[in-house]
């Protein structure tokens, strides 16, 4: 009896295992049709590659200084080396390692506070749209004065008044991006929460805590993951923001906000040591970009059936032309 039982549990572990490859599959279909979401798909991973192999990658040492090679051109200037490929800055350190580096940072705070914002805020907005009441009532009225207070303002103070620091950017940017995970988990939660599954857990005696986390949550992973990876973009932009102001990332630690603090007093003869840090930042924006609304259209199963037909509607056209190509070629 027990062999039949592990047989019978192997072949669901196998008939799981076949599904989740037939799901990826499923994924890369669809991700090969849409092209702007392969190119961000690709863009992120060589950009989280990059952060990640940083040390093996790059050069330089970020910190290393050489005054000798102070404000040296890109390769492709007549005085440019292949020492430094993009050029030095104004210290003499390699701005193609710094570049690389900054993705180290720039990434991990992304990260981290769409963490920690993002889990704070959905399970506030759970509580909030379930529970409802006075929980409800203390919830959004927090959300609504931070809200009306600028939150770059309150960054700015925090960050003057604690110092400016990597865990305190990241504990600032998180207190300052909760609110929308809140606001836009409650309304989910309050226009799916008479759904027949919720009552069905409640008839059986199901705890709210089980409730939300067991029976809703997991309903929400497509909204909240594109809410995610767009908030993911803002924080990229925003820390850059505030190492640019210098109240983020400090030296000798780099940035692509503070090479580009540190670059714009040499901006009409070293124009790389400001654009090179700018395209990585706006290159990583597009990227998230891009790769939120691919997510958006395979989540959404309207926007699924769109592109599906516009996808067959596209192959008919081809082939109609290839057929009239065709016939008017005939003898």
């Not at 009306?148 to 008044?161: D, E, K, M, Q």
């Not at 580009?260 to 901006?267: E, H, I, T």
């Amino acid at each position: 009896m027990s062999q039949t039982n592990a047989d019978s549990l192997e072949q669901a572990l196998e008939q799981h295992r076949h599904e989740w490859v037939e799901k990826l599959f499923e994924l890369g279909r669809e991700l090969k049709r849409d092209k702007a979401g392969l190119v961000g798909v690709m863009l992120i991973t060589a950009l989280v590659l990059m952060a990640v192999f940083a040390p093996y990658i790059a050069p330089h040492d970020p910190t290393d200084q050489d005054l000798t090679a102070r404000l040296a051109p890109p390769v492709w200037y007549e005085k440019g080396t292949l020492k430094h490929i993009l050029g030095t800055d104004h210290l003499g350190r390699d701005v193609l390692s710094r570049t690389i580096h900054g993705a180290r940072v720039s990434l991990w705070v992304g990260a981290a506070v769409v963490l920690l914002a993002g889990g704070f805020g959905v399970v506030m907005g759970l509580m909030a749209g379930y529970l409802g009441g006075r929980t409800d009532a203390f919830v959004m009225r927090w959300v609504d004065t931070q809200v009306a207070f600028p939150g770059l303002l309150l960054a700015l103070i925090i960050l003057a008044v604690i110092g400016p620091s990597l865990t305190t950017v990241v504990v600032v940017l998180a207190l300052n991006g909760w609110m929308v995970y809140g606001r836009m988990t409650r309304s989910a939660v309050l226009s799916i929460r008479q759904s027949p599954y919720v009552e069905a857990a409640e008839v059986v005696g199901c705890r709210w805590p089980r409730v939300i986390f067991r029976h809703i949550l997991p309903n929400l992973t497509s909204p909240l993951l594109t809410l995610g990876i767009l908030e993911f973009a803002r924080i990229v932009l925003a820390e850059a923001a505030l190492s640019f102001l210098g109240l983020g990332i400090q030296p000798p630690a780099t940035s692509w906000g503070l090479d580009v603090a540190m670059g714009k007093n040499y901006m009409f003869m070293a124009w790389w040591l400001v654009t090179i840090p700018g395209c990585a930042i706006a290159v990583t924006v597009l990227a998230i970009n891009l790769v939120a609304s691919w997510l958006r259209l395979i989540s959404d199963p309207q926007e699924r059936e769109k592109q599906f037909a516009r996808h067959m509607a596209g192959a008919m056209r081809k082939k109609m032309h290839a057929t009239i190509k065709k016939e008017l070629e005939a003898p």
